[in-house]
């Protein structure tokens, strides 16, 4: 634990130290990321990238159905909403996914993730357990497991992502969430993806 805190705080030192001034973002916060584009520096890879049919089609041949892409309000007037049929992947060694909230505020942040929830078809096969394990600054914060019925139907009739976390603003590093996002047990390959996440200061 000590070892990846370690490495949160390395991570977000080299994020800072390599924008020059032009690239600095001129807003205060960073409050959502719908993976339309690759994150920072970092270079597109095909694989780490399925939009809504791939992995519908996908779901139906392993007889799974799949909640499809969300329509929330970006945060921010003006924005939109955060749906554009596509998800980052997750891979094998887990991602890493930077937000900044406003420094100055010290309201509790919720964290919302719009994740890739598969549901059993009727008469389909049983299913190998799999978890994906949520941090924020390299603490813990929430498991979410498939296969998960009540979390299925919550992805595709709550108000919000059912898959909500809540942080401290005294958990922030110089207003920084680096949010980290690891598979357990499952076998190679890439079962658990992200449609976006976004921090909001109510509960919705």
């Given at each position: ?161 059912p898959v909500r976390i809540s942080v401290d603003p005294s958990e922030l590093m110089e207003g920084r969430l680096l949010l980290r996002l690891e598979s357990v047990g499952v076998d190679e390959g890439r079962f658990w993806g992200i449609w976006d996440v976004f921090l909001s200061y109510s509960a919705l």
């Amino acid at each position: 634990m000590v070892r990846f805190r370690f490495g949160c705080f390395l991570f977000l030192f080299l994020a800072i130290a390599s924008q020059s001034p032009a690239k600095v973002e001129n807003r205060k916060t960073k409050n959502f990321e719908n993976f339309s584009k690759p994150m920072g520096g970092e270079a597109y890879v095909s694989e780490n990238y399925r939009t809504f049919p791939e992995l519908s089609v996908w779901a139906m041949h392993n007889g799974l159905k799949l909640a499809p892409d969300r329509k929330d309000p970006a945060p921010g007037a003006g924005t939109g909403v955060l749906s554009d049929n596509q998800c980052r992947m997750i891979p094998q060694e887990g991602l890493d996914i930077l937000l900044t909230a406003d420094p100055d505020r010290k309201d509790t942040i919720y964290v919302y993730f719009d994740l890739t929830l598969f549901d059993p078809a009727e008469n389909s096969a049983s299913f190998p357990t799999r978890e994906l394990r949520i941090f924020v600054n390299g603490t813990e914060k929430r498991t979410v497991k498939f296969p998960d019925h009540a979390l299925y139907l919550k992805a595709l009739y709550a108000p919000a992502p059912p898959v909500r976390i809540s942080v401290d603003p005294s958990e922030l590093m110089e207003g920084r969430l680096l949010l980290r996002l690891e598979s357990v047990g499952v076998d190679e390959g890439r079962f658990w993806g992200i449609w976006d996440v976004f921090l909001s200061y109510s509960a919705l």
